[in-house]
């Protein structure tokens, strides 16, 4: 899976997960603050992640994640590991 396999499988996961708007889907895109996810919203996206992956997630890996952008990154070093 490449990065923009991996982007579009999140705003997918966004959309239809957490009724994200697709027209607010930028890499730029602050998870928290322009998509009001929480703390609870952040959980349930590592375990999309993880049945999408097939790869176990760490949630510790997600910490510093603010924006779409940073997912794809971290998506992409899971799989890569």
Known sequence: MNAQEIETTIKKILVEDFEADPNK???STNLFTDLDLDSIDAVDLVVRLQQQTGKKVNPADFREIR???DV???VEKILNT
Do not use: D, K
Request: charged letters at 10%; glycine letters at 12%.
């Open 67 to 69: 924006t779409l952008g």
């Open 72 to 74: 794809v990154v971290a």
């Open 25 to 27: 889907l930028e890499l």
